[in-house]
């Protein structure tokens, strides 16, 4: 058994279609510090490591990078501080919105069973509070 969580947000195709795959740190520089990857950031396998403002870090694998389905999935595999969860899959989406110069961005976190209510709200509110701030680099 395991926890999903599905968000969605609109943003500007333009902004996520100036660089071939922009990182986080670029997205959304207020919430992240820095996005650091072993080797190449388009291939899977690679790791990177992520930090956050408030000096917490997250260490990923890429697993999966799709152009056809405009995504990129990867696992967490270590925290800092430490999750109460043992791990979790994350997908992110890119869809196109025809009449307009928008995109649909969707981000799916699969939590492991071990995760509790509270990990998955705090999640939500992560997820809404980037998404805020992507589009605010209109």
Known sequence: ?????????????SLLAEAQMPQ??????SKFLSVVFDGDCCKIGTTATITYHDGASTQIRITELSDKKCSVCYE???CKPEASFSGCQVQLRL?????????LLTWTTEFSNDCDCQVIQDQKYKKLDIFKCISEQK
């Not at 869809?95 to 995109?103: A, S, Y």
């Open 24 to 29: 986080v740190d670029q997205i959304c520089p």
């Open 95 to 103: 869809r196109p919105v025809t009449d307009t110069d928008e995109c």
């Open 1 to 13: 058994c395991s926890e999903r969580v599905h968000s969605d947000s609109l943003t500007h195709l």
């Open 76 to 78: 967490c595999l270590c």
